[in-house]
T-cell receptor, first 113, second 112 residues
Framework: QQQVKQSPQSLIVQKGGISIINCAYE??????FPWYQQFPGKGPALLIA?????SEKKEGRFTISFNKSAKQFSLHIMDSQPGDSATYFC????????????FGKGTSLLVTP | DAGVIQSPRHEVTEMGQEVTLRCKPI?????LFWYRQTMMRGLELLIY????????DSGMPEDRFSAKMPNASFSTLKIQPSEPRDSAVYFC??????????FGPGTRLTVT
């Protein structure tokens, strides 16, 4: 069964807007939460990651918000650009289990000019 | 650094044939992962190795799938016999200690 639930499945945002993708998990043993970006024909690439000891992490235009009590985390893309159009995957893993990734189903983001 | 290398990039085979996918991880990385990506199921972990030893193969769909890592610089994923439902993109990823996984470009497998 899907251990990480991701929404929405697809998202259309205008250039300059904010893209928000949400994920939820059940397993409280998860202690590492990365987001991966995938372009067509390419492998996923790490975008940003967070551990549950912080509630927010920001890298450039990308921010992860983490709510441990709600078991939810989200990716915010500020000032979205057409080059951000890609599929985004949230994931969760357990450091003691080798960081094997449990992925959400993905969100296809289209940023229109 | 060349990154994770996978071969072949595309494979088309007939049902019942044996398929072998290959992966060369990034030098110095001690963990290697095999994932499968389909539209229906998304990205699924098949198996992962730590220091060349299989740690968790619970994601391997059935006995037709097998994976080996004979040394730190090479791994194979074999499907025998292949079936049309095995059609997917298969990714190999590697990591050093600490969680960040680097993915290869994938092998697109089509079984007719």
């Amino acid at each position: 069964q899907q251990q990480v639930k991701q929404s929405p499945q697809s998202l259309i945002v205008q250039k300059g807007g904010i893209s928000i993708i949400n994920c939820a998990y059940e397993n409280t043993a998860f202690d590492y939460f990365p987001w991966y970006q995938q372009f067509p024909g390419k492998g996923p690439a790490l975008l940003i990651a967070i551990r549950p000891d912080v509630s927010e992490k920001k890298e450039g235009r990308f921010t992860i918000s983490f709510n441990k009590s709600a078991k939810q985390f989200s990716l915010h893309i500020m000032d979205s650009q057409p080059g951000d159009s890609a599929t985004y995957f949230c994931a969760a893993s357990i450091s003691n289990s080798g960081y094997a990734l449990n992925f959400g189903k993905g969100t296809s983001l289209l940023v229109t000019p | 650094d060349a990154g994770v290398i996978q071969s072949p990039r595309h494979e088309v085979t007939e049902m019942g044939q044996e398929v072998t996918l290959r992966c060369k991880p990034i030098s110095g990385h001690n963990s290697l992962f095999w994932y499968r990506q389909t539209m229906m199921r998304g990205l699924e972990l098949l198996i992962y190795f730590n220091n060349n030893v299989p740690i968790d193969d619970s994601g391997m769909p059935e006995d037709r799938f097998s994976a080996k890592m004979p040394n730190a610089s090479f791994s194979t994923l074999k499907i025998q016999p292949s079936e049309p439902r095995d059609s997917a993109v298969y990714f190999c990823a590697s990591s050093a200690q600490g969680g960040r996984q680097y993915f290869g470009p994938g092998t697109r497998l089509t079984v007719t």
